[in-house]
């Protein structure tokens, strides 16, 4: 009655273990798969957000660049017109 309940070990392959280049049966862990794509997604994700990030940065970088070049065109529009009206 034991032996009923005994388990093996599956039959070894014994010449794709000794040539690895030639096995082409290879048996994937799905849960190896799905941690690894998972984890490629999540790093997705984090590349898109850092560019969002750095677009909105550069966005606001633009528009402060831009105020400050309409405000001296501004302020020198406002002293030449002065000057001209002192004369």
Known sequence: MASQFEETFPPADVAA??????NTNVQLDPVSSEVAAAKEHAEAEE????R????????LK???????????VAGA?????????EK
Do not use: D, F, Y
């Open 47 to 50: 590349k898109r957000k850092e």
């Open 52 to 59: 969002k990030k750095k677009e909105a940065l550069q966005t």
């Open 62 to 72: 633009s528009a402060v660049i831009i105020s400050g070049i309409v405000v001296a």
């Open 77 to 85: 529009a406002i002293v030449i017109t002065k000057k001209l009206r």
């Open 17 to 22: 273990e000794l040539n690895p280049g030639s």
